[in-house]
C-alpha cells in the first residue's frame, strides 16, 4: 500500500504508469476501435502526409493507413516483449532457484553455464540464435527471451542462496518437507516480488530488443508488421515521407520510456533509503539559517574560540531533530576542554558544527555564532572558512578507517593537507609529512608513508589522523573520541601523544569523550552535555570530586575505579529523550529520582559562580 | 600486479574455449544441409554426400569441433561461401572498422557520462540535476536505430552537415578529417544509451562516495569542492564504475549492429546481419567468435584497471 502511494507520489513515476496504462488499453482494444484494415493497400492514397483527411497520422509506401498500423504493430510488439519477458523470467528463475537452492555442483555448474552466456554482447547473442533459428517473429521472441535468462537466473539465484539458509526454511526442512515442496511453499513465495521487479525492469529492454531485430528485417516479416518492422519499411522512404519511421519510433520510445520511468518510480519506493533521505549528498559547509540575530562579538582580545547559542537541527521531511539546543563553550589558548555525555547527546554534532561540517542536508544551523579569534565562522564565505580548516582549526576523528581515504597513501594524505594550505613543493611537503609521521610514532614512517590506510593496524591509523591533524599547526584541535574505536592498551598510548604534543605546542584542544577517566587525565575544563545542551561545567578536579548537576553524579557513578573494591556500578536508569521530542523543563527529569514539578516546565538556565555553572533547580550540595 | 595480471590471462583459457563451444554448438544446431546450401537444390545426392565429406561433416560433432579448433588455431575459419572468400580476412576488415566506431562510441559514452554523472550528483536535486537527469532518461529510453535516422534526417538531409552513410566519401574520401565527419552521427547515437547508463551508475556511486566519512575528513583539512569531488569522490567511485564501463563495451559492440545497418557503415554487424539472411553459416560464426572475444578481452582490461584503482583488492 505504502509503495503503491510512494509511485503515486513520485510524479514522473505516475506519468510514466499512465501513458503505459493509455497505450495497453488502446492495443487491447484495437479489434473493437474503428480503424481501417492495417494491411488493406491503397496505391492511389500511397505516402499521405500526416493529418491528411481520413489518415490522421498519413499512409505508407503502399497507401496503408498509418494510425491503423501503429495500434495493430504496437498490440504485436507488446504482445511479443511480454511474452519474451515471461519466457525469459520462467526459464532464468527456474535455474536461478534450482542453483540456489542445491548449491553445490549443480549450482556451480548451471552459474558457469550462464557466465559462459554473459561472455557474450547481449544483442550478438540474440543474432546468432535467430541465425539458427533463421528470421521470424516468434524466433526473435525466443532469442530475446533467451539473452535475458542469465540476468533473471543470477538476481534469483542470489536471492535464493540467501533464504535457503534462513531459520523459516530450515524449520521446515526439519519438519519433513520434501525439497520441491519447500521450494513450492517456501522459497517461491519469497522470491516472486523480487521476479515481478526484474521483469519490470527488463521488458522496456526487450520490447525495445525485438522491435531492433525486426527492424534489422530479422523478426516480423511482411504483411505482419510490428513496431520495428514498420520503422524497418519507413527507414527505406526516410527522405522523402520521414513520417513513415517518426510514427512508430515514437511510439517505441513512448512505450520503453513510461516503462523505465514506472520501473525507476518501483525501485526508489522499495529503497529504504531514499524514504530516510540518506542518499543526500552533504554540502560543502552546513547551511546556516539563523532564526535571529547574530549576538554581537564582545569587545576585546576573546577567547580562541567562544561559542555562544549554538543550535544544530536535523530537518528530515516535517521532522526536526534538534541535535544541539543553544551551547555555549569558550577555549583559551592553550586550554583543554573536555565535552563530555552520552552517544546522542549531541557532542559530535555540536564539534562538527563549529566548522560546519555537520552533513547538510538534513544539518541545519539556526542559531548562535562560532568566533574563532573574534571572527564568526557561520557567518563566512566559503573560502574564508576553507582556510580555516584543517589550518587554524583542525579535526580528529573518531574511526580512522572510515576517515581516511581507503585508495590514497597516507603520506599523499598528508601532504594534501600541507598544500591546501601553503605552496610547499611537493617534495618538501612529502618530507614535513613523515617527519610528522615520525612525531606522532609512526616507527619507520619513511616506509610506513607510502602505505595505504588498510595496511596499517587501528593505532597506527589514528596516529595518522593526529599527524593529520597537526601538520599544519593548527591553534585547536578537536577531537572527537578519538580513542574510543582502539584497544584500551593502544588508547593510552594515543592519548600520551595528544598530550604531549599539546604541551609542547601550546595546542588548545576540544575533546570530546564519555569517559570519565580520559577527561580527568588530559583536560583542564569540562563540560557535561546532555540531550544537546550544556548541563554542567566547571574544573575538572572540582567537578569530579563535587557534581553538581544529579546527571554529572550519576555519570561520574558509572565510572569503574581500579582498586576500588567491589563498587557497584551504576548504570542510569532510562533512556536520553529522543531529540524531536524533547520534554518541557529539565530534560534529565524523566530519569531523575530528584525532579519534583517544577522541573518540567519552562527554561531552566545554565547558572552559577565564578567558573563552575550547572542547569539545575535542585543541584547537589557541595560539601564545605 | 604482475602476478594478478598472469593470473587473469590464464583464466581467460577456459572462458575462450567456453566461447567456440557455444559459438560452434549454435552453428551446429542449423537445420538444413551446408552442402545443399552451397551446392543449390538441384545437386545430386551424391554430389551433397561428396561434399558433406570434403568439409566433414560426416563425422561425429565432437571431432568436427576438434577439427574445427585446431583450424582456428591456425586462423582458418573457413570460407564464406557467399562472399568465396576466406571468413577471417573479411571478418578483419569489417572488424577494423567497428573497432573504429565502437572505440568512439565508448570514448564519448565515458567522457560524457562520467561528467554527466559527475554534474548531476554534485548539484544533487538542484535544476541542473534535474534537467541533466531527464535528459539521461530519455536517452536509456530512445531506440538507437530510431535516434540514428532523426539524426540522418536533421544533420544529413535538412542541414547538410555531415555524411549520412559509409565510412569514406566515394570520391575524394580517405583523410582522417573525412573519416570522422563520418563517424560523428554514428559514433553518436551508438554512444547515446552507453552514456546514459554510465551517468546514472556515476551518479548513483558518487552520491554513496560523498555521504563517506572520508570525504567529511577532506572537507576538514581545507581541501577546495573541486578537490573533495574530483581528487577523493570521484577517485573512489570510479573503483565501482569501471566494470560498468566493461559491461558497456558489450553494449557498444552489440549495438553496432543496428547504427551499423542504419548509417551503412562496413563493420561486422552489418555483416551479420547479411550473413544470416543469407544463411552463410561460417560467416555469421566468425563474426560472433571475433565480437565476443574482443568483448572477454575488454572486460579483462576493465577488470586490470579496476585493481590497478583499488589497492586493496590486490594481493
Known amino acids: ?624 | 600486479m604482475l602476478g594478478y595480471t598472469i593470473r587473469r590471462l590464464l583464466a581467460l583459457v577456459p572462458v575462450l574455449l567456453g566461447l567456440t563451444v557455444i559459438v560452434f554448438a549454435i552453428m551446429a544446431m542449423i537445420p538444413g544441409d551446408p552442402a545443399t546450401a552451397i551446392l543449390g537444390s538441384y545437386a545430386t545426392p551424391e554430389n551433397v554426400a561428396r561434399l558433406n565429406r570434403e568439409l566433414g561433416l560426416d563425422r561425429p560433432l565432437v571431432e568436427q569441433y576438434f577439427i574445427w579448433l585446431g583450424n582456428l588455431a591456425h586462423g582458418d575459419l573457413g570460407r564464406s561461401y557467399s562472399l568465396n572468400r576466406p571468413v577471417l580476412d573479411e571478418v578483419l576488415e569489417r572488424f577494423s572498422a567497428t573497432l573504429v566506431l565502437a572505440g568512439a562510441a565508448l570514448v564519448l559514452c565515458t567522457v560524457f557520462g562520467l561528467l554527466i554523472g559527475i554534474w548531476t550528483a554534485a548539484r544533487q536535486y538542484g535544476l541542473v540535476d534535474r534537467v541533466l537527469t531527464f535528459v539521461v532518461l530519455v536517452g536509456i529510453s530512445i531506440p538507437s536505430f530510431w535516434l540514428g535516422l532523426l539524426l540522418i534526417l536533421l544533420f544529413a538531409v535538412r542541414l547538410r552537415w555531415l555524411p549520412a552513410s559509409g565510412m569514406q566519401a566515394i570520391y575524394g574520401g580517405g583523410g582522417l578529417g573525412d573519416l570522422a565527419a563520418h563517424l560523428v552521427l554514428p559514433a553518436t547515437t551508438l554512444a547515446v544509451v552507453a552514456t546514459g547508463v554510465i551517468a546514472r551508475l556515476t551518479r548513483s556511486a558518487m552520491l554513496e562516495v560523498l555521504r563517506q566519512d572520508f570525504i567529511r575528513t577532506a572537507r576538514a583539512k581545507g581541501l577546495g569542492e573541486g578537490r573533495v569531488l574530483y581528487g577523493h569522490a570521484f577517485r573512489a567511485a570510479l573503483v565501482a564504475i569501471i566494470p560498468v564501463i566493461g559491461v558497456q563495451a558489450g553494449f557498444v559492440l552489440g549495438g553496432a549492429v543496428y547504427i551499423e545497418t542504419v548509417f551503412q557503415w562496413p563493420g561486422v554487424g552489418g555483416m551479420l546481419v547479411t550473413a544470416i539472411s543469407t544463411r552463410d553459416v561460417l560467416l555469421v560464426q566468425g563474426g560472433v567468435l571475433v565480437v565476443a572475444a574482443s568483448y572477454v578481452l575488454f572486460n579483462l582490461l576493465a577488470d586490470l584497471a579496476q585493481t590497478w584503482l583499488d589497492p586493496r583488492v590486490q594481493t
Open chain 1, 1 to 624: 500500500m505504502t509503495t503503491l502511494r510512494l509511485i503515486w507520489r513520485n510524479r514522473l513515476a505516475a506519468f510514466g504508469g499512465i501513458v503505459l496504462c493509455a497505450v495497453v488499453v488502446v492495443a487491447l482494444l484495437a479489434p473493437l476501435l474503428p480503424l481501417p484494415d492495417p494491411d488493406l493497400t491503397a496505391p492511389a492514397e500511397r505516402l499521405k502526409p500526416p493529418f491528411s483527411a481520413g489518415a490522421l497520422l498519413g499512409t505508407d509506401h503502399l497507401g496503408r493507413d498509418l494510425l491503423s498500423r501503429l495500434i495493430w504493430g504496437t498490440r504485436l510488439s507488446l504482445a511479443v516483449g511480454i511474452a519474451a519477458a515471461v519466457i525469459a523470467a520462467a526459464i532464468g528463475s527456474t535455474i536461478g532457484i534450482i542453483a540456489g537452492f542445491r548449491g553445490g555442483r549443480i549450482d556451480n555448474l548451471l552459474m558457469r553455464g550462464i557466465d559462459m552466456l554473459m561472455a557474450f554482447p547481449y544483442i550478438l547473442l540474440a543474432l546468432a540464435i535467430v541465425a539458427v533459428l533463421g528470421p521470424g517473429l516468434v524466433n526473435a521472441l525466443y532469442a530475446v527471451a533467451a539473452v535475458n535468462v542469465p540476468f533473471f537466473a543470477r538476481n534469483i539465484r542470489g536471492v535464493t542462496v540467501g533464504l535457503a539458509h534462513r531459520e523459516f526454511v530450515d524449520a521446515a526442512r526439519l519438519s519433513g518437507k520434501s525439497g520441491a515442496r519447500l521450494v513450492f511453499t517456501e522459497i517461491l513465495p519469497n522470491v516472486l516480488p523480487v521476479i515481478v521487479i526484474a521483469m519490470s525492469t527488463t521488458i522496456g529492454w526487450m520490447i525495445l530488443e525485438t522491435a531492433g531485430l525486426s527492424f534489422l528485417g530479422l523478426g516480423s516479416q511482411p504483411p505482419q508488421a510490428d513496431l520495428g518492422s514498420m520503422l524497418g519499411e519507413g527507414r527505406k522512404l526516410l527522405i522523402t515521407a520521414p513520417h513513415a519511421s517518426i510514427v512508430p519510433g515514437v511510439m517505441i520510445f513512448l512505450i520503453v520510456m513510461s516503462v523505465n520511468l514506472l520501473g525507476d518510480g518501483v525501485r526508489d519506493a522499495l529503497d529504504p533509503r531514499l524514504r530516510s533521505g540518506a542518499l543526500s549528498r552533504p554540502a560543502a559547509a552546513t547551511e546556516v539559517r539563523r532564526k535571529a540575530a547574530t549576538p554581537a562579538a564582545g569587545a576585546g582580545a576573546g577567547p580562541l574560540l567562544a561559542v555562544e547559542g549554538l543550535e544544530t537541527e536535523f530537518q528530515v521531511g516535517a521532522r526536526v531533530y534538534r541535535a544541539v539546543g543553544g551551547v555555549d563553550l569558550a577555549i583559551a589558548p592553550g586550554e583543554c576542554l573536555g565535552l563530555i555525555g552520552e552517544s546522542g547527546s549531541g557532542k559530535s554534532v555540536t564539534a562538527l558544527s563549529l566548522l560546519r561540517l555537520v552533513a547538510s542536508p538534513p544539518g541545519v544551523i539556526t542559531a548562535g555564532a562560532v568566533r574563532i579569534g573574534g571572527e564568526d565562522t557561520l557567518a563566512m564565505k566559503p573560502e574564508a572558512l576553507r582556510r580555516i580548516r584543517g589550518a587554524r582549526v583542525s579535526y580528529i576523528f573518531q574511526d580512522p578507517l572510515g576517515t581516511l581515504h581507503p585508495l590514497l597513501r597516507v603520506g599523499d594524505q598528508l601532504v594534501e593537507a600541507i598544500r591546501a594550505h601553503a605552496p610547499v613543493p611537493r617534495r618538501a611537503a612529502w618530507a614535513r609529512a613523515v617527519a610528522m609521521l615520525e612525531r606522532v610514532q609512526i616507527p619507520n614512517a619513511a616506509a610506513r608513508a607510502r602505505s595505504y590506510p588498510h595496511e596499517l593496524s587501528g593505532g597506527m591509523r589514528q596516529r595518522v589522523g593526529i599527524a593529520l591533524a597537526l601538520v599544519n599547526d593548527p591553534e585547536l584541535v578537536i577531537a572527537d573520541e578519538p580513542t574510543t574505536a582502539l584497544d584500551v592498551t593502544v588508547q593510552a598510548g594515543i592519548l600520551a601523544i595528544l598530550d604531549g604534543l599539546r604541551r609542547e605546542r601550546g595546542l588548545s584542544l576540544l575533546f570530546i569523550t564519555h569517559d570519565f577517566g580520559v577527561v580527568s587525565q588530559l583536560c583542564d575544563r569540562v563540560a557535561v552535555m546532555y540531550a544537546g545542551r550544556i548541563v554542567e561545567t566547571g574544573p575538572t578536579a572540582e567537578v569530579l570530586a563535587a557534581p553538581r548537576h544529579p546527571y554529572t553524579r550519576r555519570l561520574i557513578a558509572c565510572v569503574p575505579e581500579i582498586g576500588a573494591g567491589r563498587r557497584r556500578l551504576e548504570a542510569i536508569p532510562g533512556l536520553p529523550p529522543p531529540v524531536d521530542a524533547l520534554p518541557e523543563g529539565c530534560a534529565f527529569a524523566p530519569r531523575c529520582d530528584k525532579a519534583a514539578e517544577r522541573c518540567r516546565t519552562g527554561q531552566i538556565a545554565l547558572e552559577g559562580s565564578g567558573d563552575r555553572a550547572v542547569r539545575c533547580l535542585f543541584p547537589e550540595e557541595v560539601p564545605a
